[in-house]
């Protein structure tokens, strides 16, 4: 079945305020007051909406908190280092980062460099409040790598090469994650025995349904901006070409753990639209809003050159969370129906699985009447998997029921009738894919955890749960350590076990 997406999209442009932009999109993530419909969307709501919805298995999960320090949530990448040659242009460098969102840490890295951003890369985005290492590629000297020092950030020039890096070119990650206060659904502490065993009981559980050691392939809501999942909807209106709209999302929409001073800067601007006025409020460490009000502050109503201030990594990543939606909306329907991620049904669409997790999209098969029986035993095999759509303009659904599940899915997320080419910033038109429903993780093991001092703790610990919480502080705290494939997300395989909240993760 293809994906053809031929409907023509309104050109127009028409002054509004912020709020018939909140309204447009009140009914999908939007949280602001000023929505029509008004209130505050729940998490379990802000779920709903990033499809995240549903377990793989029974059982009440062991609750609990993570990152309440940067030291609980930590990720090494594993990757290979590219050939080194003294003559090559580019220096090759594995940097260390404690609490670093990786775009912004490679914007001040360039800086430092006195290069381009787009002169450095990377095969993955890390989490931001967590510790993490991977390889980079800086099209700069290597004396200049050397001499930048970056807070909270360790350089470690290994020598130079010919070869650059892209997206998901590392093997996986390898994550170190502790939970702390683990608790019933009631809301009572359990100790070491019981979190563990709850633990083991899950996995137990999501492997009689998903095969050993893996789980459903979501989407994490880190990709969506997490409790404030504005870029889905930045991405839609990308597509729309209406960058107006865009900005505004961007600037505007609130977040669910949103500080006083953050609430203030965005009420501000939905009030008055007035560049020169926010960028009075403006806290500091909100560098890409800055840049789009500095953009209209010099250009006024330019608003394809304010969203083009955004680097082009997060402009790219607005399209990618509003595929990632369709996705996520997709693997619900499929767990909805009943039938297995794992094993192939007639239409699915099979795609060959490397040893690190990754599919050859270049070779997706049909699963037809003569080739259903094969097509399971390879998938059993670890051979094949089922894939699920990443929607784009040149995209192809599966076709009989799956077919119709995957329309479901993009009927979820409003994208039945779009067109993904972007006219004005043609690099960000996405041709579309595939990407498995399902995905194994690796080396997995679980201990008690060292419980650390209150003063060490995040203020939401010492502040103590809400009563929409899920954790307790006289809870125990797990250690768990595992490794996942590129472009895997160790948030969704914790929300398996955890069943916390969204905004505990």
């Known amino acids: 079945m293809s994906l053809n997406y031929t409907s023509e999209l309104s050109r127009e442009r028409?002054?509004?305020?912020?709020?018939?932009?909140?309204?447009?999109?009140?009914?999908?993530?939007?949280?602001?007051?000023?929505?029509?419909?008004?209130?505050?969307?729940?998490?379990?709501?802000?779920?709903?909406?990033?499809?995240?919805?549903?377990?793989?298995?029974?059982?009440?999960?062991?609750?609990g908190l993570l990152k309440i320090r940067v030291e609980d949530?930590?990720?090494?990448?594993?990757?290979?280092?590219?050939?080194?040659?003294p003559k090559g242009r580019f220096t090759v460098a594995k940097v260390s980062l404690n609490n670093w969102e990786t775009n912004r840490f490679l914007g001040r890295l360039a800086k430092a460099c006195g290069i381009s951003r787009r002169?450095?890369?990377?095969?993955?985005?890390?989490?931001?409040?967590?510790?993490?290492?991977?390889?980079?590629v800086i099209d700069a000297p290597r004396a200049k790598v050397e001499a930048a020092q970056i807070t909270d950030a360790t350089i470690e020039v290994i020598g130079r090469t010919h070869h650059k890096i892209g997206m998901s070119d590392h093997d996986g990650n390898r994550?170190?994650?502790?939970?702390?206060?683990?608790?019933?659904?009631?809301?009572?502490?359990?100790?070491?025995?019981?979190?563990?065993?709850?633990?083991?009981?899950?996995?137990?559980?999501?492997?009689?349904?998903?095969?050993?050691?893996?789980?459903?392939?979501?989407?994490?809501?880190?990709?969506?901006?997490?409790?404030?999942?504005?870029?889905?909807?930045?991405?839609?209106?990308?597509?729309e070409e209406d960058f107006e709209k865009a900005c505004d999302l961007y600037l505007g929409m609130e977040g669910q753990s949103d500080t006083?001073?953050?609430?203030?800067?965005?009420e501000l601007w939905r009030e008055g639209r007035d560049p020169d006025a926010c960028l009075e409020i403006i806290p500091q460490h909100l560098g890409y809003e800055r840049s789009i009000l500095e953009s209209l502050s010099e250009k006024p109503e330019n608003w394809l050159a304010a969203f083009k201030r955004l680097p082009n990594s997060l402009q790219l990543l607005c399209v990618h969370s509003l595929q990632s939606l369709a996705f996520n909306h997709a693997l619900a329907a499929r767990m909805d129906s009943g039938h297995s991620l794992i094993e192939p049904i007639l239409g699915d669409l099979v795609a060959p699985l490397h040893a690190n997790g990754r599919i050859d999209v270049s070779k997706l098969a049909e699963v037809t009447e003569s080739n259903l029986e094969r097509c399971r035993r390879n998938c059993k095999l670890g051979r094949l998997t089922v894939t699920g759509p990443l929607p784009g303009l040149d995209s192809k659904l599966a076709s009989g029921e799956q077919g119709g599940i995957e329309i479901t899915g993009l009927e979820r997320s409003g994208l039945t009738d779009v067109n993904w080419r972007v006219s004005s910033i043609p690099r960000l038109t996405s041709s579309g894919t595939r990407r498995p429903l399902s995905v194994p993780f690796d080396s997995f093991s679980v201990e008690e955890a060292q419980e650390m001092p209150e003063d060490q703790l995040s203020q939401r610990w010492r502040d103590g749960p809400s009563s929409s919480d899920r954790w307790h502080p006289e809870g125990t705290s797990l250690r768990m350590r595992f490794s996942l494939p590129p472009g895997t997300y160790a948030t969704v395989l914790m929300r398996e076990l955890m069943k916390s909240p969204l905004d505990h993760y």
């Open 119 to 136: 002169r450095i890369f990377s095969s993955g985005m890390k989490d931001k409040r967590a510790v993490t290492s991977q390889i980079l």
């Open 73 to 85: 949530f930590r990720v090494d990448e594993i990757a290979r280092i590219p050939a080194l040659d």
């Open 260 to 266: 006083e001073d953050v609430r203030q800067f965005r």
């Open 175 to 239: 994550f170190t994650i502790t939970v702390r206060g683990c608790c019933d659904s009631e809301g009572n502490p359990i100790d070491s025995k019981e979190a563990m065993t709850r633990v083991r009981h899950t996995i137990s559980g999501m492997s009689e349904r998903m095969g050993a050691d893996s789980f459903p392939n979501w989407i994490g809501p880190q990709r969506f901006g997490s409790t404030r999942p504005v870029t889905p909807e930045v991405g839609r209106s990308v597509i």
């Open 14 to 63: 028409v002054p509004r305020r912020y709020s018939r932009v909140c309204a447009q999109a009140s009914l999908r993530i939007c949280r602001s007051s000023n929505c029509d419909g008004g209130g505050v969307l729940s998490f379990s709501s802000v779920e709903e909406q990033l499809g995240l919805t549903g377990w793989s298995s029974d059982g009440e999960g062991i609750g």
